[in-house]
Each structure stands twice: as structure tokens, then as C-alpha cells.
């Protein structure tokens, strides 16, 4: 499979991630089908978002500090904020965030699978009232639910 939409592929525990990367500030980290082929990080910033994402991997707590972008209307902006502020191995529901946003849940929803950064900005804590709810929404034809389920175990140490 072609790897040229992404500026580097990495491998991770939960299999390849696309990275891309504009005028230095990280724009995308996406989860890949397995038949992605690996593409070294070629710029400082996505060599130590390598490091970085490794090192979240190897402790859920580690806090990452790099330069991004996040593109998205100003109502997906302020539901990323929301997500970015779940402390790690806690949960929030969809509809607590749209709560807090004078929202609804389907539109929170909406604004997960559009998350340009998973990880740094950690939608897997994000789940429904009644179960898991979805996940990585914008790439579908594949089930990447046991991906959250792995994020949330990694979190919560398990």
C-alpha cells in the first residue's frame, strides 16, 4: 500500500501510524491497516514525535510536548479542548461533553472522528453511555474498536 500521504509510518503496539507534518507543526497522526509499510521519520519533529509516542506507550502518564496544528471548525476546536483536558485512565461520555457545550452528543461524536491526533489529543476516552461507542469514525471499513479497547486498558494499567 502506498505510503505517500503520510510524511513518516511508524509501528506501535496498536500497528502503524501515519504521520504528517506542515511547516513544523504536527497536523496528522493517523491508525493504519496493517498493510501500511513502515516510512523512517525524516524531520526532527516527526523523530521525536517517534519518541514521544514510544514513550507514551511505555507510560500512559507521559505528558507529550510537541509543536501541532489542529485544522477544524471552532465547535470541533472546543470539543478537542474538552477531550484534551480527560485525565488519563479516566473516561468521559459524549454526552458530558456535549453537556458542557450546551451540545449534543451526536455532534461530539461527529467531532471525535474527525480528530486529527489521536493520542494527543486522546478521543479513545471518550465513550458512549451505554458501551464503548465508536472510534476513528472517518476511516471506515474496518473495525478499530479493539484499539480503543487497548487504549483504555493501557491507560488503566491492565
Known amino acids: 500500500m502506498m505510503t505517500n500521504s503520510f510524511d513518516a509510518v511508524i509501528a506501535s503496539p496498536v500497528g502503524n501510524l501515519g504521520l504528517r507534518e506542515e511547516n513544523g507543526l504536527l497536523v496528522g497522526i493517523e491508525f493504519l491497516v496493517p498493510q501500511v509499510t513502515a516510512l523512517a521519520p525524516q524531520s526532527e519533529l516527526l523523530r521525536e514525535t517517534k519518541h514521544q509516542l514510544a514513550a507514551w506507550f511505555a ?9 501541532y496544528r489542529l485544522d477544524g471548525t471552532e465547535f470541533r476546536r472546543r470539543v478537542w479542548g474538552q477531550i484534551a483536558a ?73
Request: some cysteine; overall charge positive; glycine content about 12%.
Open 59 to 67: 507510560d500512559p502518564a507521559f505528558r507529550f510536548d510537541l509543536p
Open 86 to 158: 480527560i485525565p488519563c485512565g479516566e473516561v468521559r461520555t459524549y454526552a458530558d461533553i456535549a453537556h458542557n457545550l450546551h451540545s449534543a452528543p451526536r455532534p461530539v461524536g461527529g467531532a471525535c472522528g474527525a480528530n486529527p491526533l489521536p493520542l494527543l489529543i486522546p478521543c479513545h476516552r471518550v465513550v458512549a453511555v451505554n458501551g464503548l461507542g465508536g472510534f476513528n469514525a472517518r476511516r471506515g471499513g474496518q473495525d478499530w474498536l479493539p484499539i480503543k479497547r487497548w487504549l483504555l486498558a493501557h491507560e488503566r494499567g491492565r
